[in-house]
């Protein structure tokens, strides 16, 4: 029996609209974006924002593998983030 690890720095994301390993590679090197509310104010604003990068796909259901700059909080697990669409290669 082994025990189950979980890395922070790799998670993985089901994008809307995504079913397929075909549809999930348009998404590739796109950056993603955590979004969450601090308790103090930085810079006028109390929302802070994680950036990571969609890396590669993980299985056949169109599930991809982000990297994330920083580690993602437990409470960022099962989350909603948002993917940009940029950089682009159109």
Same mark, same amino acid.
């Given at each position: ?23 999930? /590679?348009?998404?590739? &090197? ?6 969450? !509310?601090?308790? =103090?104010? $930085?810079?006028?604003?109390? #929302? ?6 969609? /890396?590669?796909?993980? &299985? ?6 982000? !990297?994330?700059? =920083?580690? $993602?909080?437990?409470?960022? #697990? ?13």
């Amino acid at each position: 029996r082994s025990k189950s690890n979980v890395y922070p720095t790799c998670t993985l994301v089901k994008i809307e609209g995504v079913h397929t390993k075909e549809d999930a /590679r348009w998404y590739f &090197g796109k950056k993603i974006a955590y979004v969450y !509310k601090g308790k =103090k104010e $930085i810079k006028n604003s109390k #929302f802070r924002v994680m950036w990571g990068k969609v /890396r590669r796909a993980h &299985g056949n259901s169109g599930v991809v593998r982000t !990297k994330w700059n =920083k580690n $993602i909080p437990p409470r960022a #697990f099962g989350a909603s983030c948002r993917v940009m669409m940029y950089p682009s290669s159109i």
